[in-house]
């Protein structure tokens, strides 16, 4: 029942304390009682206080001096700061029709904390989706700002008991080291009252103190009520917060049957010391508090460790920047500050803050902080250079292309709490029969309860107990959580960033590899070994050239940025455009689109431009780019790239596991076999438009599930319907958004690393799923006859839990 709210002088309004208008007042009901309001904004802002239980802003605010009163509480102030523009884009990513934002939640502690956020949350209008991960105490929010305000977001999830603020990697310490002292005090206390009382335990149960008579034995009853009542009241209180929201959101966690245990043993125990008759199990109590404390506190350790990795990168970028002004002096700012296409000095040895363009001719970088990679990459004009890199040897220029929420590092961030966010099927199957065994173990101990009645009643209480506590799940709940965080931070200091957490229960089925071969199995670095002109009396080498540049200026194919590169160095650009507009055509290559065909070219793939000339044969064979108008094929260009390093000992590492593997590509045989030679690859299917890929795919699929590594505009297709998609961070933007896996390091050796470290994570998940389903099959029998006592089952159960948290904390060495 709610408090009785404290009157206000007659003729005031009840929220804002000014004078009530003569007409129109507003009577409304809060907390059961009937107030009077002097218009409908007091009446909203009423409304809202009461639906997020802050309605001791009315019972402890001063009605002194009615001027002061302020008109909203301290927590909807705080909240609706956030709602500011400015502030929105330094927390938050745009999307097409509205903003992304990762929020950092207190006090969640189980899947019951996730579902009740995720169900009140859902009732709001204007959000586009909400993933609760109660491993990493965050929610991830869509939502239109034009249809619902963040405050609101927070407010609702402020009215469920908890606390949520826009997650902060620079705040992430901070937090948990108040989540790490809350456990130490809670786990000091119950550590040391544990031991006062099981000395004394140890000496009734075992006889030393039989020749006292029974006023000392009660005594020491008395002892042992005062060290464990701050146990129960201090040390075992997060059990109860949880046991109450998973009540509230109708999903009983395992925290109910221990709540119901501490909570009963606690009380008959109390009550045995009190009237000096039947037994005492404090110690089973305590024992009971400190074991599931330690399992709380490692496990909150393991979360710490798993997520500290990515985010303590962000801390480590710099916070102010270099910018250049106009007449080429540099003024010092924050890096919040900067905006797109502002030119910035970073000095030799010094963190790159943003995502910029690099403007110097070339530069090393150190990339280790995204990739673990310590040797030097070298970089290239107009280059893309990654906030976290290192110029260790030079001073370098860049232009801004993406800074706070939008730059790679941060998306990392975002990456990773996505993919712990999704829980593999075996995660969740796993967590889904924790909760229904937390309601089958309820019966069961009232069940026993019932026999053990008849059986012995002096007995059925204790046993009862015994069943409760001895039978919790709380091993089962671990099991998968723990090691999908701990494979997650394993991959992720690799430069691995896994987006579907359901990869790890797949690798196992993924016994064929589809592999793309430009920009995969090699670099897609490429460079200009030799060229021919087909034309020399029509068209001279420059005209070539310059018509090469120009067809090139907007595509992203893996060979365009190197021809328009061989283009700028050999020929002039041209006062206008040849041509303004040019369209694409995805695994066939660029063409103009002039309404004359005297004006038309191709520039692209041999089948393509023979689709105009049929008996056209190369002069080169290894020739992979021509250009043709519809008269003549005018030029011809041969490439060459490099084997991404690595690759070769991946490919045989993978052969040697038993996985088949399997070239797609879009070039033609004569270049693709070659390769395929060299890593000893022996299934080649090249020419492969996008459709022909996706027929392969589903060829391979008929057989088991599939692997596919790709990174280009055309393998995005296959990426989405394959069982597990890979790709490089420096992939099309269409294979980075189907991939289930990104590789930050762009070494071959991130596959195998990749599925080395899945195939394990699944391994642990059997062992602690079987470990936890053995440990309550083998136990509840002993429990329910009565071979069990409470501070027996406590030590059990505790054990139980603690061998599966061990088991996945290999994962992180």
């Not at 939502?143 to 620079?170: C, D, N």
């Not at 070339?362 to 893309?384: D, F, I, M, P």
Request: proline share 4%.
């Amino acid at each position: 029942m709610s408090k009785q709210l404290p009157a206000v002088p007659v003729g005031l309004c009840y929220h804002c304390l000014q004078s009530l208008p003569q007409d129109g007042v507003i009577t409304h009901s809060l907390a059961g009682q009937t107030v009077e309001l002097c218009c409908y904004g007091c009446q909203a802002v009423a409304s809202t206080i009461e639906e997020h239980n802050l309605l001791h802003f009315y019972q402890f605010r001063d009605t002194s001096n009615p001027l002061q009163v302020p008109l909203l509480p301290e927590e909807l102030q705080e909240l609706k700061a956030y709602d500011d523009e400015r502030l929105q884009e330094q927390l938050s990513h745009a999307m097409d029709d509205g903003r992304e934002i990762t929020l950092s939640v207190e006090g969640m502690t189980c899947s019951a904390c996730a579902w009740l956020i995720e169900r009140e949350l859902e009732h709001l209008s204007g959000l586009y989706s909400v993933r609760v991960n109660a491993t990493t105490e965050r929610v991830t929010v869509q939502w239109s700002p034009e249809r619902v305000q963040l405050s609101e977001i927070l407010q609702t999830i402020a009215g469920l008991g908890y606390r949520a603020l826009p997650f902060q990697a620079a705040q992430q310490e901070s937090d948990f080291k108040k989540r790490r002292r809350y456990f130490v005090n809670r786990l000091g206390v119950a550590g040391l009252a544990t031991m006062q009382v099981m000395m004394i335990a140890i000496a009734l149960y075992f006889g030393v103190v039989s020749d006292l008579d029974d006023s000392l034995r009660q005594f020491m009853w008395w002892i042992s009520l005062f060290f464990a009542t701050p146990v129960l009241l201090y040390s075992a209180q997060p059990f109860y917060l949880s046991a109450l929201r998973s009540i509230q959101a109708r999903q009983p966690n395992m925290d109910v049957p221990v709540s119901l245990a501490l909570l009963g043993a606690y009380g008959a125990s109390a009550y045995a010391t009190v009237t000096n008759q039947g037994e005492v199990y404090f110690e089973s109590v305590s024992m009971f508090t400190f074991f599931l404390l330690a399992g709380r506190y490692l496990e909150l350790l393991a979360k710490q460790k798993a997520m500290s990795h990515a985010a303590n990168l962000i801390k480590l970028l710099p916070a102010i920047a270099n910018r250049e002004r106009a007449n080429g002096t540099y003024e010092t700012i924050p890096v919040h500050q900067l905006a797109l296409g502002d030119v910035i000095q970073i000095p030799a040895g010094n963190t790159i803050p943003v995502d910029g363009e690099l403007l110097d001719e070339t530069a090393q970088v150190n990339e280790s902080l995204l990739t673990g990679e310590s040797r030097l990459q070298t970089k290239s004009t107009h280059e893309v250079m990654l906030a976290g890199s290192i110029p260790p040897l030079q001073s370098i220029r860049i232009r801004v292309t993406a800074s706070q929420q939008q730059t790679v590092l941060a998306s990392i961030i975002a990456l990773q709490d996505t993919a712990l966010s999704r829980k593999p099927k075996l995660a969740a199957t796993a967590e889904a029969l924790a909760n229904k065994f937390v309601i089958r173990l309820l019966v069961l101990a009232g069940a026993t309860f019932f026999a053990w009645s008849f059986i012995d009643p002096q007995q059925a209480f204790w046993i009862t107990l015994a069943v409760l506590v001895a039978t919790c799940p709380c091993a089962l709940a671990l099991a998968a959580p723990t090691a999908v965080t701990g494979a997650i931070h394993r991959l992720n200091r690799a430069g691995i960033i896994v987006r579907n957490a359901d990869v790890f229960t797949r690798v196992e089925e993924a016994k064929t590899l589809l592999i793309d071969k430009t920009g995969t199995l090699t670099t897609g670095h490429f460079r200009v070994v030799n060229w021919h002109n087909h034309q020399p009396t029509v068209y001279s080498d420059t005209e070539i050239q310059q018509c090469i540049r120009e067809l090139e200026r907007d595509a992203v194919h893996p060979y365009a940025h190197c021809l328009k590169q061989w283009a700028i160095e050999h020929a002039q650009a041209s006062g206008e455009r040849l041509w303004q507009r040019l369209e694409q055509v995805h695994g066939a290559g660029v063409c103009t689109s002039a309404a004359q065909p005297e004006h038309c070219y191709r520039l692209g793939s041999l089948s393509w431009i023979q689709e105009w000339h049929p008996d056209f044969v190369p002069m080169h064979p290894h020739s992979q780019v021509f250009l043709a108008n519809q008269q003549a094929v005018l030029a011809e260009v041969e490439l060459q790239d490099e084997l991404r390093p690595e690759i070769e000992s991946t490919i045989a590492a993978l052969k040697a596991s038993g996985v088949q593997v399997v070239m797609l590509t879009g070039d033609r045989d004569v270049y693709a076999q070659p390769v395929a030679n060299r890593l000893g690859i022996d299934i080649v299917h090249a020419q492969c438009m996008p459709a022909d890929k996706l027929r392969w795919l589903e060829h391979y699929q008929s057989q088991g599930a599939v692997m596919m590594i790709g990174d280009g505009l055309n393998d995005g297709p296959v990426l989405a319907q394959a069982d597990i998609a890979i790709t490089f961070s420096q992939a099309a933007d269409l294979a980075r958004i189907a991939a289930d896996v990104i590789l930050i390091n762009q070494s071959g050796d991130g596959i195998s690393t990749f599925r080395t470290t899945a195939l394990r994570c699944r391994s642990i998940m059997n062992q602690n799923i079987r470990w936890a389903l053995l440990y309550n099959v083998i136990i509840i029998p002993v429990a329910v006859a009565g071979f069990l006592t409470p501070y027996m089952a406590a030590i059990g159960m505790s054990a139980s839990s603690l061998l599966v948290l061990l088991n996945s904390l290999r994962l992180y060495r």
